[in-house]
């Protein structure tokens, strides 16, 4: 059986779709590895041609170069007139508008749930492509029941086309840590909670530091990584206080070593299709407290609080709960080890392979 991988995203900066697609690939490689996927598959990735592109990136999984374009011009001609008669598998949101024989990964219906965050050409475009490849493609995949209740409703299609395959999280837990970073912005001296700053509304960042001002008399800083600068987001309302350090870009390594000295994790995001970053934090213990909107309970479970992200002084009480109740941190722990412990890249992988088989290509 030949399946053909739609590899554009080998050319863009890892983001969480990315992610998705490489770290899926990475999971069928370890099937192969593992004696648990069959020979008969043939897999390869076609790609646009691109210098940094490492073509021995998996060992069971061949990278083919097709075309002389790049971007959504190749996916669209290139790509396409590569694979008539052949099967073709999209892995993040794009892919050939036109072609049937294909199954497309679409993550979430942002651009028509909350298409104000969006350029009006992107959110355009990615509503024809995604409208197209819903009605066209033989099978739809998404990454969590929301999702799929989303693309039902804005794609007009039947739930019966769409399966909900979850993504995993051993990247995080084989990923090396730095721990050079605790010294370097003297973390160490006393507790601190984690969360990333970012630009895009439906991260909610504003709540964290609204809801700081509910928390009088704590013992804490708050430790923000990421690229944006927190002071954007501050008013006359929402000062900044003193407690907040700013840390900017942080590597993955770094990245790690804060989720695994944090106290907790908050995460009060309006929108997300699945929600990686709280399957990180717990799947290497560190407790989370979540918005109860989109996906998010789907991933967290039983181990996460939950905060309405509407409500800053209802995340300043889930604040207080963590910091103040040490039994129900380590609780928490102990759940979320055991939430996270469902989310597999194996998993992920053999359900995509599953799902292609069953439709008898």
Known sequence: MQIFINGRF???????????AIELLRGIDDLYENGDLSKDYKITILAPKFEKMNKSMFKHISIKTVGSRQGHLWEQLDLFKFCKGKFLVNL???????KKD?????????????????????????????KSQAKFSKKIVTVSNFSKSELVKYLNISSEKIKVIYEGKEHFTRQSTDNDIIPKYN????????????????KNFRAIIKALNHVEHHNFNIVIAGGTDPKVFSSKDTELPKTVKHV???????????????????YPSFYEGFGLPPLEAMSIGCPVI????????????EAALYCNPDSSENLAEQIK???TDPTLREKMIAKGYEQSAKFTWTKCAQELIDTVATLKI
Not at 92 to 98: A, S, V
Not at 103 to 123: L, Q, R, Y
Not at 248 to 266: P, R
Not at 290 to 301: C, D, F, Q, T, Y
């Open 187 to 202: 973390l160490n001296e006393k507790p601190y909670l984690l969360a990333v700053s970012s630009l895009n509304p439906n």
């Open 92 to 98: 993040c949101n794009t892919g050939p508008i036109l």
């Open 321 to 323: 709960k963590v910091t």
């Open 290 to 301: 979540i918005s109860n909107r989109a996906s998010l309970p789907e991933v967290g479970g």
């Open 10 to 20: 080998l050319t863009q900066k890892i983001t969480g779709v990315q992610r998705f």
């Open 102 to 130: 294909q199954i497309s990964v679409i993550h979430d219906a942002a651009v028509f749930s909350n298409g104000e965050n969006f350029s009006f050409v992107f959110k355009m475009w990615y509503k024809v492509m995604l």
């Open 248 to 266: 900017g870009y942080v590597t993955d390594e770094e990245l790690k070593t804060l989720y695994q000295n944090a106290f907790c994790f908050i």
